[in-house]
């Protein structure tokens, strides 16, 4: 794997409109390059202004994640399996477009809109402990891209391939530079047997184009079974072979943040025991999508947010259904 690219100073007055990160050209493989954007994004003067220190700043900029073991206690992440209930007993909103099931076993694998949908996940977007640590890494204000539930049952649960959630939204979504974060909370215990989330620790340091071009509705098979955007074999070998992978786990409610760019995948559960993670995407206010770079028509509004970018406010500490341990 060959490594181009210029540094961040090289590209602070690049045209804002320009493709910095062309992927899905037609031209075949193309070789990964440095990533042209920052990791923290909070100008210097202001780095230190959040609840991040120093020392999980720079480990969010060496490892492109963070993970908080119990950040809330389980009893408070209860209420979510209530509606997902509700959910599957619903016939209409089972024959929704934002519902996606599971290409094996046809049950419920992700429920898209989440914050739209769901009381309890609209609170916990705007949690002022998880929206600060959000601001501070994406320097200013945010709105929701895109929030899901992803859900594997056991024994049936199909694994999600080695990909950057930058890559699609980038190509399909038209979301412009790498200012966007996901935040990862579990419902459920996630330990090596369910299919855990697999990250590739420093992989987000590199931007990895994907080979082919993007068909007209896409979204509609790469959400059940994704082909686009998956890093070739010799790429990801060498990726790992510094920092190897790390697959965070824990009890519900531990956190994961993860960067756009960093690299990861999940396993086929083949445990008796459920897995279910909520994921809500942060991006700046001032990162907002523009026409997708592939050329097609937008992915729908579920899967990326383009008309409501309102700044998130943060929730009272009272109004929140729950509280957080640390």
């Not at 459920?274 to 991006?283: A, D, T």
Request: one cysteine or more; charged letters at 25%; proline letters at 8%.
């Amino acid at each position: 794997m060959q490594v181009t690219g210029k540094s961040d100073a090289a590209h602070e007055h690049e045209d804002v409109d320009k493709d910095l990160y062309p992927t899905r050209t037609g031209e075949g493989e193309a070789e990964p390059f440095v990533r042209r954007d920052p990791v923290v994004h909070s100008p210097n003067q202001e780095r230190w202004d959040g609840p991040l220190g120093e020392d999980m700043l720079s480990r969010y900029e060496r490892d492109g994640f963070l993970w908080f073991e119990g950040f809330y206690s389980q009893e408070r992440v209860h209420p979510f399996f209530d509606e997902l209930r509700e959910m599957a007993a619903d016939t209409e909103f089972m024959d929704s477009e934002g519902l996606i099931t599971d290409p094996d076993s046809g049950e419920i694998r992700s429920v898209f809109g989440m914050h739209r949908i769901s009381e309890y996940f609209s609170e916990l977007t705007r949690d002022p402990r998880i929206l600060g640590m959000v601001r501070q890494l994406l320097g200013g204000d945010v709105y929701i891209h895109q929030s899901r539930i992803n859900d594997k049952y056991g024994f049936k649960g199909s694994g999600f391939e080695w990909h950057s959630d930058f890559e699609t939204w980038h190509s399909e979504d038209g979301m412009p530079r790498m200012r966007a974060l996901s935040a990862s909370l579990l419902l459920t215990d996630n330990n090596e047997f369910n299919g855990p989330l697999m990250l590739i620790p420093g992989s987000h340091q590199y931007f990895v184009p994907s080979a082919g071009e993007t068909p007209e509705g896409n979204w509609k098979d790469s959400l059940k079974d994704q082909r686009l955007g998956v890093p070739d074999k010799a790429t990801l070998r060498k990726l790992a072979a510094k920092d190897g992978i790390q697959a965070p786990k824990g009890g519900p409610g531990s956190l994961l943040l993860f960067e756009c760019n960093t690299l990861h995948a999940s396993n086929k559960n083949m445990s008796p025991w459920p897995r279910s993670n909520l994921f809500f995407v942060y991006n700046s206010v001032d990162n907002t999508p523009v026409d997708p770079y592939c050329g097609n028509r937008p992915r729908p509004g579920f899967l990326a947010e383009r008309e409501e970018f309102d700044p998130l406010t943060m929730a009272p500490n009272g109004h929140l259904p729950w509280t957080a341990k640390l």
